[in-house]
């Protein structure tokens, strides 16, 4: 049974840090696609960053050089490392899978079979 949990969001300060953890069950990360997307109150949701089956990364622009996204084969989990945090980066963030082995993923791909249930990152001063 393929299950996703996200864990690791919070409240922090613009300019702040969090790390977002994804532990993957009932596949491996070696052979799928791991993508992080957010939805902000009253906005549509929107595709963060992804990390494919092979290990290459990509990222929104809106993220380039603030995030970065890793993972742990051995513990089978993904990380979202969050720095120089905005309040516009104020959101539920979701990790997903579409169970595709590709070199390469696109951000923007929604076409997700399993989600988890979200983490919320709240950015405030």
């Known amino acids: 049974q393929v299950q996703l949990v996200e864990s690791g969001g919070g409240s922090v300060q613009p300019g702040g840090s969090l790390t977002l953890s994804c532990a993957a069950s009932g596949f491996t990360l070696d052979s799928s696609a791991i993508h992080w997307f957010r939805q902000a109150p009253g906005k549509e949701q929107e595709g963060v960053s992804c990390i494919s089956s092979a290990g290459n990364r990509n990222y929104a622009d809106f993220v380039k050089g603030r995030f970065t996204v890793s993972r742990d084969n051995a513990k089978n989990t993904v990380y979202l490392r969050m720095n120089s945090l905005k309040p516009e980066d104020t959101a539920v963030y979701y990790c997903?899978?579409?169970?595709?082995?590709?070199?390469?993923?696109?951000?923007?791909?929604?076409?997700?079979?399993?989600w988890g249930k979200g983490t919320l990152v709240t950015v405030s001063a």
């Open positions: 997903a899978t579409d169970l595709v082995s590709l070199s390469l993923c696109a951000v923007n791909n929604h076409g997700m079979d399993y």
